[in-house]
Structure formats: C-alpha cells, structure tokens
C-alpha cells in the first residue's frame, strides 16, 4: 500500500522561513512527479510547486521567488523550502506522488504564518 507522509509544518512569523518534507514509501515504482498543493480555509486546493521528470519544474505566480521544490528520484522524496512567508501562505499543505496514471495523496499538515 502506497503512503505519503508530510512533516515539518508548524507556526512562524512572517518573513521566516520553514521546510516541508515529503516520502512516499509502499510502491517499487520510481514516481514520474511529486507537487506539493495547499488549501486555505474557504478556497480551493491549488498547485504550489510541481516537479516532474526531466528537471521541470513549476511555481504558482503566488510563490516564485520564494519557494524551491527539490526531489530526490531513488528515494521517492521531495522538499518544499519557504522563505518570506506571507499570512496569506497559511494552509494545510498537501504532497502528491505521481506513479503512471496513478496519484496519491498525503493527509496534508498545517503552515499557519502569523505574529
């Protein structure tokens, strides 16, 4: 059974920076892509940053500049590191592992920026 797991979310000031981690262990398949999403309170889930096979790499407008996504293909993980976090990146972040026309889903982990 494929599992995705989440860790490092928590509270922080605006202005500072946090690290999301991500494994999806259960699958002897390599993932094509992992993406990390969020959902804030009364919105839609939405990308945040995607990275799939052959170095591509995509940003929502919303964080270029701010977020970097890395991943490591042998070992089915992937990072999200924030800096200059706004109020307005609070959300349960959400990581996706993508395998063929498969995808799964963590239970996602809570980013509160606030003072």
């Known amino acids: 059974q494929v599992q995705v797991e989440e860790s490092g979310g928590g509270l922080v000031q605006p202005g500072g920076s946090l690290s999301l981690s991500c494994t999806v262990s259960?699958?002897?398949?390599?993932?094509?892509?992992m993406s990390w999403h969020r959902q804030a309170p009364g919105k839609e889930r939405e990308l945040v940053a995607g990275?799939?096979?052959?170095?591509?790499?995509r940003y929502a407008e919303s964080v270029k500049g701010r977020f970097t996504i890395s991943r490591d293909n042998a070992k089915n993980t992937a990072s999200l590191q924030m800096s200059s976090l706004k109020p307005e990146d609070t959300a349960v972040y959400y990581c996706?592992?993508?395998?063929?026309?498969?995808?799964?889903w963590g239970q996602g982990i809570q980013v509160t920026v606030s003072s």
């Open positions: 996706r592992g993508v395998v063929g026309s498969n995808d799964f």
């Open positions: 259960g699958t002897r398949f390599r993932l094509t892509a």
């Open positions: 990275a799939i096979d052959g170095g591509i790499v």
